[in-house]
């Protein structure tokens, strides 16, 4: 069965840090493009920043540039989001998805991906 499970959300206080982690089962990450997207209540899904497991090259949002950084373990078959500085407008469910493609294209378009994870909560208070 394939599947990609998130952990590491939680609650933290404004300027600390969070690790997410997105493990894939069922299929290895060669030649995807993985993604975290975020959706807050109301709100669209935001691409939040972008791996590719071909050429390790990175993409991020504005709004997290300088903060996030994913990278992959390919041997362990995880994808990783460290979040530091964070701030009560990084509150929400967390989600990693797969594309199967070894260029990353689109990468914030939902409808782009494969797979998707059940979604990982970040609290941040102020």
């Known amino acids: 069965e394939v599947q990609l499970v998130e952990s590491g959300g939680g609650l933290v206080q404004a300027g600390g840090s969070l690790r997410l982690s997105c493990a894939a089962s069922?299929?290895?990450?060669?030649?995807?493009?993985i993604t975290w997207f975020r959706q807050a209540p109301g709100k669209e899904r935001e691409g939040v920043s972008c791996i590719s497991s071909s050429d390790g090259s990175t993409y991020y949002a504005h709004s997290v540039k300088g903060r996030f950084t994913i990278s992959i373990d390919n041997a362990k078959n995880t994808v990783y989001l460290q979040m530091n500085s964070l701030i009560p407008e990084d509150t929400t469910i967390y989600y990693c998805a797969a594309e199967a493609s070894p260029m990353v294209r689109l990468w914030v378009l939902p409808e782009s991906y494969d797979y998707w994870g059940q979604g990982t909560q970040v609290t941040v208070s102020s």
């Open positions: 069922g299929f290895t990450f060669d030649n995807y493009a």
